[in-house]
């Protein structure tokens, strides 16, 4: 596979890039903010909820704040969560508040990225060409989202019948490597060697366990950064469209592989896919402890839901999506 990495070639814009590519602007009407999530029709709900066997319980949240560091988009910072109110405040200077009864308590702040852990992005996230998803223009997005933005995502809510792809396993890994990427063609084959084939409308929840490379080397993991992942092809952009796929998940910061390797142009697949099929990602997942039950009990498929807050305006908001198998 040529290496844009070690090419002097152009890199061609994302107008020309993407001159071809299949659009969803104007499907469900020219005020449509949600996108692919339109496809989660009351029977894909059903469906999903056909998927529940067993009632375990799958949160897919990373933890804020963890000890062991906050896997970030390079730029963005940790967030920041400040006690306001706790027991020093009546130990040590007696200024804790005086309510009746003697009641103590704690409060807190959290001052934080909001696509700087497990998050949505809005529809209106990213763009070229002066247009975001559905056409809006990008005029829009200056001081807040005023089309297209988290919100209407939130007030919608997701739910419906989701596939794990591990592709880590799939190709006998641990983990995947950087600019290590893959295709359609590879997700289709995966879900077909775990028995569950990936059906139209479905929810695709990919697990690489890349951001163990991120415990595993500390700041390290920046240097050079590119994540692995989906990598852009006319061919796979088709499919998500004639697939009708609502939304991707994964367990990376970007959902697709961060530079791509075939002409060397950045997040190529949030414009193809997200801009012009309105399909929702969900980016920075903790997809371990579902994976090794799928892998234990070879059931794939289970019901997805999730809502990110409701935030007006917000370019993305911080999410804890739930698999219910």
């Known amino acids: 596979m040529p290496d844009a990495r070690a090419s002097d070639a152009r890199v061609p814009e994302l107008t020309e890039l993407l001159a071809d590519a299949p659009t969803n602007w104007g499907r469900w009407g020219p005020d449509d903010e949600v996108g692919s999530l339109n496809y989660l029709t009351a029977a894909q709900v059903l469906a999903g909820a056909a998927q529940i066997k067993q009632g375990k319980v799958f949160t897919l949240q990373r933890l804020i704040g963890d000890p062991a560091g906050d896997p970030l988009w390079p730029g963005r910072t940790p967030a920041v969560r400040e006690m306001v109110l706790d027991e020093s405040h009546w130990d040590a200077d007696g200024n804790g508040p005086a309510f009746p009864g003697g009641l103590h308590c704690a409060d807190d702040t959290l001052c934080a990225s909001l696509q700087g852990s497990t998050q949505y992005d809005a529809l209106g996230h990213v763009w070229y060409d002066g247009k975001i998803w559905n056409g809006f223009d990008a005029q829009t997005t200056v001081g807040g989202l005023s089309k297209a933005s988290v919100a209407p995502i939130a007030e919608r809510g997701v739910a419906g019948r989701a596939v794990l ?92 592989v961060t530079t791509d390797p075939n002409n060397g142009a950045v997040l190529v697949l949030h414009n193809a896919l997200m801009r012009n099929l309105g399909v929702a990602f969900t980016e920075i997942c903790d997809l371990e402890k579902l994976a090794a039950d799928c892998a234990e009990d070879g059931a794939y498929a289970f019901f997805y839901v999730a809502a990110p807050l409701k935030i007006h305006e917000a370019t993305g908001s911080p999410v804890n999506p739930v698999a219910i198998k």
């Open 165 to 256: 792809l591990d592709m880590a396993r799939h190709r006998g890994k641990d983990h995947l490597e950087p600019h290590e990427t893959f295709t359609h063609e590879d997700l289709i084959a995966c879900a077909e060697q775990q028995g569950t084939p990936i059906r139209p409308r479905d929810i695709l929840v990919v697990r690489t366990n890349h951001l163990q490379l991120f415990y595993d080397k500390g700041d390290d993991f920046y240097q050079g950064f590119c994540e692995s992942g989906l990598v852009y092809s006319p061919e796979l952009v088709t499919w998500f469209h004639e697939m009708e796929i609502p939304n991707l998940v994964t367990d990376t910061m970007a959902n697709e």
